[in-house]
């Protein structure tokens, strides 16, 4: 089992910037490959950001690329995604997810998830 939990959400302007968190415990944390979604109110959550077991890849949803960074740390068991120049349509609750498969995209290939974390984009 592996157990996530986000951090780092919060009300920011738009233009700003946020860094959320998500530290796991439980499994050897550099097993999986980890993922960003969002979910917006009355929408589907999304994919937004992937990155492989080790940080060598990283794969970014074409409404975030060039403005959100996906990293992690293996040693602290953390996985980070850096938000820059948010927009109000950027508002969601954002969930961190770990999967088996290297890469994935899909949300129904992740094993485990975090209860999310509040990202609001003010205009």
């Known amino acids: 089992q592996v157990q996530l939990v986000e951090s780092g959400g919060g009300l920011v302007q738009a233009g700003g910037s946020l860094k959320l968190s998500c530290a796991a415990s439980?499994?050897?944390?550099?097993?999986?490959?980890r993922g960003w979604f969002r979910q917006a109110p009355g929408k589907e959550r999304e994919w937004i950001a992937t990155?492989?077991?080790?940080?060598?890849?990283?794969y970014y949803a074409d409404s975030v690329k060039d403005r959100f960074t996906i990293s992690r740390d293996n040693g602290k068991n953390t996985v980070y995604l850096q938000m820059n120049s948010l927009k109000p349509e950027d508002t969601a609750v954002y969930y961190c997810a770990a999967s088996n498969i290297v890469g994935s995209r899909s949300e129904s290939e992740y094993n485990y998830w975090g209860q999310g974390t509040q990202v609001t984009v003010s205009s």
């Open positions: 439980g499994r050897t944390f550099s097993t999986y490959g």
């Open positions: 990155i492989s077991r080790f940080g060598l890849n990283t």
